[in-house]
């Protein structure tokens, strides 16, 4: 299992915790060329969340997560459904920005908000926006929890590069205070993460993650690991239809200039391009 989620609960059952390793997925995600590391951590963080808070989902449920910096013509896009499966991207305007080295703080800046929503099908959908107080994405979205669900919790997640840029590992931990649970439950876990980033999120030790949470906290109890995939539906055959759906000047003029037509899923960002050969099917 290269992709999993451990869904634990410690404390006296006070607690819920998860550990997610979703390396390969953050590898996929990030692979875009024109990616740099600062845009990679940032859709990472933005995944992983999606990732870990999808774990609350029950039936056809899917959660979807949007960072909107104060720039508002960057945005960051993560959704996961109840079944594992992950998706995540970063805009053509964001991803072509010339960014001059720029933190995630700065990117995000002043103004940045969050916007999460949850279909639960039968097309109810319920939307929760809040203020990025803190503008590096992970205590944003604590703070969204405590401002629109009244729940304490933590999210700690770290992304691993080599010397090329490359992601070479992607873990991360959400704690979520149980009703009724001590609120000074959160300050001792942050501080056992902190006191542990080594075995935590480095490659350089013989532990496995799978037997980490038994490390950390005396008392855990292991309630399932989950899978979990980056999956998106998307394909040529999918967005024929949209391709159908251009007018016949449009095409024509692509076909006698020899001008492939791209055309980009607005769920993970993965660019079709259609060649001359497959516009000429459609005039």
């Known amino acids: 299992m290269k992709n999993y989620i451990i869904n634990t609960l410690a404390y006296n059952e006070q607690v819920r915790i998860l550990f997610i390793d979703n390396t390969d997925i953050v590898k996929e995600i990030c692979k875009d060329k024109n990616m740099n590391k600062l845009l990679k951590t940032a859709l990472s963080r933005t995944v992983s969340i999606a990732s870990l808070i999808s774990r609350n989902l029950k039936g056809k449920e899917r959660i979807s997560l949007t960072v909107n910096p104060s720039d508002r013509k960057y945005k960051i896009f993560a959704d996961a459904d109840s079944l594992g499966n992950v998706r995540g991207y970063i805009n053509d ?14 990117l995000m800046g002043t103004e940045g908000y969050i916007q999460v929503e949850k279909d ?20 944003d979205f604590s703070y969204y929890f405590k401002q629109s669900e009244q729940t304490s919790s933590l999210f700690s997640l770290n992304i691993v590069f080599d010397e090329n840029a490359e992601v070479i590992l992607s873990r991360g931990i959400f704690a979520e205070l149980l009703p009724g649970a001590p609120i000074n439950l959160i300050d001792n876990i942050n501080k056992i993460i902190t006191d542990n980033t080594l075995l ?9 993650f799978k037997d980490i949470p038994n490390l950390l906290f005396k008392d855990i109890k292991i309630l399932g690991i989950d899978q979990i995939q980056f999956f998106c539906k998307c394909s040529k055959d999918f967005f024929m239809g949209m391709l159908k759906s251009l007018d016949k000047e449009e095409l024509t003029d692509a076909y006698e200039n020899d001008k492939p037509i791209e055309i980009v899923c607005n769920r993970c960002g993965k660019k079709i391009e259609f060649c001359k050969d497959y516009i000429k099917k459609f005039i």
């Open 200 to 208: 935590l999120y480095t490659l350089d030790n013989d532990k496995e």
């Open 120 to 139: 639960i099908g039968m097309s109810n959908l319920f939307t929760g926006v809040t203020e990025m107080k803190y503008g590096n994405i992970v205590d």
């Open 93 to 106: 305007e964001l991803l072509n920005a010339d960014l001059n080295e720029l933190s995630i703080e700065q």
